[in-house]
């Protein structure tokens, strides 16, 4: 074959072969940009038929996604669900009706992907007859977004991987955007303060359409870009709001009042500022989707997503979070904060390099008593040995550093085992950082922490 020939159309067996075969054909793991992705797309002939509802924020996307679909569920719709990234099985990425699409049903489209960016590249100018380059992202974004395409659902949610109007997800023109939160983070890409990010996020928003605003300051940039395009802008605070007390809160927005209802089954405080951007949301899309108050409570007191402040209870009591970023580890922190007394508190800590390690550390680091620093199984991960650089770094400056163990692991279980040995019934450890710390410790199932404690056995 000659070196400028076409490469033949790729075909495997099984979905780890596709998911190697992505991970190869584009030399970026990140191009933003929705040209490369829209000429594939046109060539599968892709097209939803029914609402999508598109979350984008810097925390919070993926409890709310679970949000809308558990009470969506619950009000009689069939529902798609493409989230990323996932914790431990690809999998986990695409749900129909509640449960995780099996592998065997992604084949197809992943064939399909596959036959089309060939198609594409041969039609366009740019390739010379060579197929359209995909990022492993936006290469399963299409698979997953076919599939849902193909399922006969009543509505799709997506939630957004990066910013927003770049997004591979933002290829589908969406009926309600929701947008949760807007922090500092992927500055790489976003732009380096809220402005620029809030501008980013915006570009999930349509005209004509809702799009619900959680966050209660929400940037300049975002503000006009929805009067800009005439998007039907609902605002924390202005078009929605929410109270509660140790029991129960309540919520109102545009006409509709709901008494009563329990906090969601999702822990946190933060999780209540989702719910009410939730519920706005399907206000907003009453006239296509109603639901009744009651599908509301039961949805939220159903719904389920592991890694959000996911206490897991025995002797010492485990909490799994995926706080990834200053924003998410600060709300980690209240949240931390308000579960009662602890004698010690031990963390497991694995980040990657490109986020504000230092002041993720800053947030936390008084809550926390010994730390288990340990690297992470990807290239774009901080090394353990530097993360103890940093807590170190910090001490320096502070003006009454505590004495504080410290050690590195090479990897989350063995900080975990260490932890856990280490721990007397009555602490708790935490385990955050990073989606890949806490799948390390999902994917080997969660460790039975009621067992004898194992005194002097502690490394540190």
Known sequence: MSANAPAPVARFATLPEWLSHCERIHPSTIELGLERMRRVADALALRFDCPIITVAGTNGKGSTCAMLEAILQQGGYRTGVYTSPHIVHFEERCRIDGENVQAADLLPHFEAVERARHQAGQNGTG?????VSLTYFEFTTLAIARLLSHSKLDVVILEVGLGGRLDATNLFDTDCAVITSIDIDHTDFLGPDRESIGREKAGILRPGKPAIVCDPMPP?????????????LWLAGRDFNYAGDRQQWGWAGRGKRIHGLAYPALRGANQLINAAGVLAALQALRPLLPVTAQAIRQGLALVELPGRFQIVPGQ????LDVAHNPHAVATLTANLDVMGFYPTTHA????????DITSMLRKIGPLIDRWYFTDLPVPRAEKASELLNR???LQLLAQRPREVPVATFADPLAALDAAIKAAEPTDRIVVFGSFFTVSAVLANGIPR??????????PL
């Open 449 to 458: 922490l009621d067992a004898p404690h194992l005194a002097g056995s502690s």
């Open 391 to 393: 807590w170190q770094a």
């Open 220 to 232: 300049q940039s975002l503000l006009a870009y929805a009067a800009e395009i005439g998007a039907d």
């Open 127 to 131: 390739e010379g007859g060579h197929p």
């Open 348 to 355: 497991v800590f694995g980040a990657m390099q490109d986020k």
């Open 316 to 319: 010492p009591v485990l909490v």
